[in-house]
């Protein structure tokens, strides 16, 4: 057996302890079946420790994170903690620390679930965006007076070039090769014509790769009249925030949907979380999803080298969902969180 992965556990806020408990054994099963060694420690930090403290995490927080292989987040927020605290004080600063520059998000009709979308089935709906995740609009620059407020969008030539570079990677990997660029730069006259002109620089180092930009408003649009056309998505900090949870959606629930903040490099820690929020009205019910934090799970075991195990708990899910049931509510069900972990452990070695 190699040496163990080491796991910060950050359940947060809400549903996240549910579905990251459900989470964890799933992975801890299928990494037992392979052989691999989870070693996991848990951090009660978010918004019930604001509360309590008046911090998201302890001031030396980033320091102890960082001796982790990977980090396994739930989700952060709660009613009476101002949304923009909770972000800024906690998620942004462990990206921004870590380097955390590609946000990876599968957007992906699974079997056995029905889309939004009519008569769509997964052969139709199977996307990945990846979104740049240190910069742009979530710079965290500008200020705010009596007058008004100022937000600064901040784009760098490397942090773009790094970003697309990633995304044509992928898309060079994947079957299709094809790669769409959200961009606004009929309107955004500096930041996305830039963006553009990385884009096309990018590009003449992967010819197999057959690329278009969009303006995002118009890739939205063709994401629910033409999904079949998208293979892989790369856009900016806002906007693969807000086309993501539209991919999510019409792959069925965003209950289903995981997503990976890499530091490619592998100096410092990624981190693996559903994309779902906190779902503060029906924390503690036992009905919250637990498939999109199993899936963050399978890619952090794919990230830190457990192949084998990662695909386990991915044909475990596909299995299940294939069955027709369980089903927790967001899917048109009744079942329970825990309902929906013992059919995916059920089919677990």
Known sequence: MSAARRIAVLPGDG????????GLAVLRRAAAACGVELACEEFDWGCDHHVRTGRMMPADALERLAGFDAIYLGAVGRPDVPDHVSIWDMILPIRQRFDQYVNLRPMALLPGVASPLAGRGPAEIDMVCVRENSEGEYSGRGSRDEDGAREEAVFTRRGIRRVVR??????????????????????????????DEVVAEVAREFPRVSWRSYHVDALAARMVTHPQTLDVIVGSNLFGDILTDLGAAISGSLGLAPGANLN?????PSMFEPIHGSAPDIAGKGIANPIGAIQAGAMLLDHLGAAEAAALVTGAVHATLAAGAPRTPDLGGAATTADVTQAILSRLP
Do not use: Q
């Open 264 to 268: 490619p490099e592998r100096v410092h």
């Open 15 to 22: 549903i996240g302890p549910e579905v990251i408990a459900a």
């Open 166 to 195: 990633h995304a044509f990677a992928l898309a060079d990997r994947r079957p299709r090769r094809l790669l769409a660029s959200a961009t606004k730069s009929n309107a955004l006259r500096h930041s996305m014509v830039l963006w």
